[in-house]
């Protein structure tokens, strides 16, 4: 499976930005795509997910739902990250994964988004 994270960019304090993660390959060994950010010092952490098949949807925290949508466009193998009202402490490059054999792989390249204030 290949993954290409596209759509970061400069976007001021309360704006919003759509992140995209196309998939390819062999898309159907996929159990869920993950949206990951990771800030500079540090770790990086999850921040949504929505499962392939049944596209259920998880934010973590819970209370990013809303903020943040993540969809899946099936004819594309697309999924989508909508961010809005963005802080400066979203900034960070935000990479996609694919959830398969129980662990978190395929890691596409990021893309930064920053924010500023």
């Known amino acids: 499976v290949q993954l290409q994270a596209s759509g970061g960019g400069l976007v001021q304090a309360g704006g919003s930005l759509r992140l995209s993660c196309a998939a390819s390959g062999r898309t159907f060994t996929i159990f869920a795509i993950g949206w990951f950010r990771q800030a500079p010092g540090k770790e990086r952490e999850i921040v949504a997910r929505i499962n392939w098949n049944a596209e259920n949807t998880y934010y973590y925290p819970r209370s990013e739902e809303g903020r943040l949508t993540i969809s899946k466009d099936s004819a594309r193998n697309t999924v989508y990250l909508q961010m809005d009202s963005l802080k400066p402490e979203d900034t960070a490059v935000y990479y996609c994964?694919?959830?398969?054999?129980?662990?978190?792989?395929?890691w596409g390249q990021g893309t930064l988004v920053t924010v500023s204030s």
């Open positions: 994964a694919a959830l398969r054999n129980s662990r978190w792989s395929d």
